[in-house]
């Protein structure tokens, strides 16, 4: 099978290169700004469009195994495909949790079955369980993920000699939800002594706050120099967590994109729908985590998808489920900050594609590069569509975005070579392959 992608800017490693990319196999053959004169079995015009290696997310919530009714492997990847995103490390709190062997190699065969683009999956860290480490293929997985703050599943890991025990053992990436959990609890009961038992959603980034933020975020930096663990820390949401990165190579932080687009003030018309764990914070922390994308301070931008049904949403603080699908608006809602002078487009995909990459050991992803798999996503500015439901493909069937009117689209996705969504639909024919790893010792 031989493509040709002609015509359109490619966007890879800080340049804007006018070429065409030649694929063959499922890899990416040759980047050349001459015109191929061989025949192809297909050609790709990407005239007035941006070439970008296909997004890797590094942080997604798919709900399978266990909780399939708000999300599973096959619709997600779907939205994914129409994202632009062409590979994906999957989390651990499903059901069962993917704290064992076992369960992890359940995830990998459903994969196989039904995933329309690339994956791999964490492996859940608990208080018992560090010494199944070692048991692991490294070089399937990006990491052992870590909650140091009770989030959707129950995976909270809290007692200080687990805590050691993980930092000093683990000699993958380790993933950590850092909040912590006392002073939330704290916070939560003098919410309700105020407010009720189910206290209005614009309290949950008070009960969620910056001081339960840094607490568990501080923790897990001073764990990591202590131990040499290369530590890379999700969804940070505050200013003051920023000052605790981008002195370390292997103290990384990621950022994601609900947490750069919303503040505290969408509390008020958005509701629920934005609430997440760690809580959306306030416009100024929204202000320093998108000057942070381009100061150093910010290794990664992800989504932590992660749907929930709408009836589940309902309620305040304590009943609405935590979490918000984002994964099919990921990249076109950055390319929105691209236009509003956040960052620049080769910056994105530096944050969006290379760092992910980079950052896991990501083997022949992330970059269009000759002799790397062919994931790739063209891009078209200047054409406005608006959310509406019959346009999202999570299974949930809602988004924080609808509504919203976009200035960039998705034309086409293509994951190993092959065109997996084009023309609005996704090609269900079209499987994902397991993504490996080289982790650096």
Not at 11 to 33: H, P, W
Not at 224 to 244: C, W
Not at 363 to 383: I, M, S, W
Not at 391 to 398: E, F, H, N, R, V
């Amino acid at each position: 099978m031989r493509t040709l992608v002609k015509g359109g800017c490619i966007v890879n490693e800080g340049r804007l290169t006018d070429g065409n990319i030649v694929v063959e196999d499922g890899d990416i053959q040759a980047i050349t700004t001459l015109q191929p004169e061989e025949s192809y079995d297909e050609v790709v015009d990407a005239s007035g469009c941006y070439v970008l290696p296909g997004v890797i997310d590094d942080h997604v919530h798919f709900r399978e195994p266990g909780l399939t009714a708000k999300a599973d492997i096959d619709s997600e990847s779907r939205a994914a495909a129409a994202g632009g995103v062409t590979s994906y490390f999957d989390m651990p709190n499903t059901v069962p949790q993917t704290t064992t062997p076992e369960a992890l190699e359940e995830k990998f065969q459903l994969a196989a079955q039904k995933s329309h683009v690339n994956y791999s999956f964490f492996y859940g860290a608990t208080n018992d369980n560090a010494s199944s480490f070692d048991l692991l293929d490294a070089s399937r997985i990006p990491g052992i993920k870590l909650f140091m703050g009770s989030s959707t599943g129950n995976m909270l890991v809290d007692r200080m000699e687990s805590l050691e025990r993980i930092f000093s053992t683990v000699k993958l990436p380790l993933m950590a939800h850092c909040e912590d959990t006392d002073i939330i609890n704290r916070n939560m009961a003098e919410a309700k002594r105020v407010f009720g038992n189910d206290p209005e959603v614009q309290q949950h980034y008070l009960i969620r706050s910056e001081e339960a933020c840094y607490a568990s975020t501080s923790l897990a930096v001073r764990l990591a120099k202590k131990y040499g663990t290369r530590l890379h820390v999700a969804h940070l949401t505050t200013a003051r967590e920023l000052e605790l990165f981008g002195k370390e190579p292997n103290i990384t932080a990621e950022a994601v994109v609900g947490h750069l687009w919303f503040s505290a003030e969408d509390y008020a018309r958005q509701g629920t729908r934005i609430k997440v764990n760690p809580a959306v914070k306030t416009a100024s922390d929204r202000e320093a985590l998108r000057k942070a994308l381009t100061d150093g301070h910010i290794t990664v931008v992800g989504t932590d998808h992660a749907p929930h049904l709408l009836e589940q949403k309902q309620g305040g603080c304590c009943r609405a489920a935590s979490g918000m699908p984002m994964i099919q608006f990921s990249l076109v809602t950055m390319l929105e900050l691209v236009d509003a002078g956040v960052l620049t487009l080769p910056r994105l995909v530096e944050l969006m594609c290379h760092a992910p990459a980079r950052l896991f050991g990501v083997e022949r992803r992330g970059f269009l590069r000759p002799g790397y798999r062919a994931d790739l996503v063209v891009v078209r500015p200047h054409q406005p569509w608006t959310v509406t439901k019959d346009t999202i493909l999570s299974k949930c069937g809602w988004s924080p975005m609808e509504g919203h009117e976009y200035q960039w689209r998705v034309e086409r996705t293509l994951c190993n070579g092959q065109t997996v969504y084009a023309d609005g639909q996704v090609n269900a024919d079209v499987l994902g392959e397991e993504i490996r790893f080289n982790h650096a010792t």
